[in-house]
T-cell receptor, first 113, second 115 residues
């Protein structure tokens, strides 16, 4: 059974710092991996999706990497801003098109000005 | 497109009452998912549909929960009778298998409180 773990559970940094959020999964036979952002009391916003054949994806100050063989992904946030404060969720889809995403419990990020 | 639309946004009900949550997926999407989010357990998959047919309902916690998708543009999640431990945020999401690179789109969720 696929399990997704995110470390740390919470992170506080000063504005401007570069940071890395970690995600690990137990079954390396994944179809893709998706990073989401969730603001308090809100829904999930997709940030980046990495197909199993890809090593990384970039969007603005965000860069997500994938090492399928080791069961790991990282989300790198450059030059963090207070507006980046949110919970970041990692989710994987097993190696079958159309199957459901399995989520980690998230990392809650707080960026202070 | 207006995205995935869920209603109501908030629901407060008394224990024992029936609760119905609604979801309208993105037009053209062929997969629909219901998730539940709590502080303790995070996001858990309850059930998902492909072309309106339930594929996996192993996450539905008990017989008190039921879900239907009568057509491609509407789904319901019903809890009868509701219990305080059902209090959570319920999310609906949809995706299109032909565009795997686009991933999932989530609705804004329904916050359910059972008192």
């Amino acid at each position: 059974k696929q399990e997704v773990t995110q470390i740390p559970a919470a992170l506080s940094v000063p504005e401007g710092e570069n940071l890395v959020l970690n995600c690990s999964f137990t079954d390396s036979a994944i179809y893709n991996l998706q990073w989401f952002r969730q603001d308090p009391g809100k829904g999930l916003t997709s940030l980046l999706l990495i197909q199993s054949s890809q090593r990384e994806q970039t969007s603005g100050r965000l860069n997500a990497s994938l090492d399928k063989s080791s069961g790991r992904s990282t989300l790198y946030i450059a030059a963090s801003q207070p507006g980046d404060s949110a919970t970041y969720l990692c989710a994987v889809r097993n190696n079958q098109a159309g199957t459901a995403l399995i989520f980690g419990k998230g990392t809650t990020l707080s960026v202070s000005s | 497109d207006a995205g995935v639309i869920q209603s109501p946004r908030h629901e407060v009900t008394e224990m024992g009452q029936e609760v119905t949550l609604r979801c309208k997926p993105i037009s053209g999407h062929d997969y629909l998912f219901w998730y539940r989010q709590t502080m303790m357990r995070g996001l858990e998959l309850l059930i998902y549909f492909n072309n309106n047919v339930p594929i996996d309902d192993s996450g539905m916690p008990e017989d008190r929960f039921s879900a239907k998708m009568p057509n491609a543009s509407f789904s319901t999640l019903k809890i009868q009778p509701s219990e305080p431990r059902d209090s959570a945020v319920y999310f609906c999401a949809s995706s299109f298998a032909g565009r795997e690179t686009y991933g999932y789109t989530f609705g804004s969720g329904t916050r359910l409180t059972v008192v």
